[in-house]
């Protein structure tokens, strides 16, 4: 029990610190002022929990595939990591508007302009319209555009983000249920922010204090994992 306890804390409280300020935390935020926010919320809380479990479950393989001493090795060396690059980004960042606010918001105004052309160019006639309906995507038979849309940019934000890597070598060292478990809480916890706190919120979030305390966090664990005994 203690075990689970122990993995479901520590996940929670990386995973938070790690999402809070994340590319995938301001697409939530932007989104959700252009859509639906059940449907945004709903696709992006989807993505980040597929994506947890998968990262757990290759955390919680990789000791059955090499030594566990060298697995726990492996996750000191990524929390001091993890660490050391946070903090060296916490005191990169400037004071001023978040680059990676603008980024996001950037991509998802091309995309909308992109999307919006196709839409209208593609509006010519009915006939065309009824034939763009019947060979639409077979995902988008049974999910709602939206839905898709911020699914797949949430997952695929994900891939080789800090919290994901992360995620794998907690998954490695403490107990998997736990992990998963303290991420899918933390996730939801970060995107339902974004989501109803939307591009207000999002802007008043300061990275360098984000990037220091998730700096500080990973070396707190680093040191911890470090001081802890593997047999």
């Not at 736990?178 to 922010?193: F, K, P």
Request: glycine fraction near 10%; aromatic fraction near 10%.
């Amino acid at each position: 029990m203690s075990s689970v306890l122990q993995g479901f804390t520590k996940s929670l409280a990386m995973t938070f610190v790690s999402e809070i300020g994340d590319k995938t935390f301001f697409a939530a935020a932007i989104l959700a002022m252009r859509y639906p926010r059940r449907l945004v919320l709903a696709g992006c809380v989807s993505a980040l929990i597929v994506m947890t479990i998968l990262s757990a479950t290759v955390g919680w393989a990789a000791p059955n595939l090499i030594s566990r001493k060298w697995t726990h090795h492996i996750t000191t060396l990524l929390f001091f990591g993890f660490g050391l690059w946070s903090l060296s980004d916490g005191f990169k960042q400037g004071g001023g508007e978040s680059e990676e606010l603008a980024e996001v918001e950037a991509e998802l105004d091309s995309d909308l302009k992109a999307n919006g052309k196709a839409t209208k160019d593609n509006n010519n006639s009915k006939i065309e319209d009824e034939n763009k309906k019947q060979n639409r995507p077979f995902l988008t038979q049974f999910f709602s555009p939206i839905f898709l849309k911020a699914f797949s940019i949430n997952f695929f934000g994900e891939f080789g983000d800090k919290s994901q890597l992360a995620t794998i070598g907690l998954a490695a060292d403490e107990n998997p249920f736990g992990v998963v478990l303290g991420g899918i809480v933390a996730q939801l916890l970060c995107t339902t922010a974004a989501v109803i706190g939307g591009k207000s919120l999002a802007s008043q979030i300061s990275e360098r204090i984000v990037a220091l305390s998730g700096g500080m966090l990973f070396i707190i664990f680093g040191i911890q994992s470090f001081l802890t005994s593997v047999e």
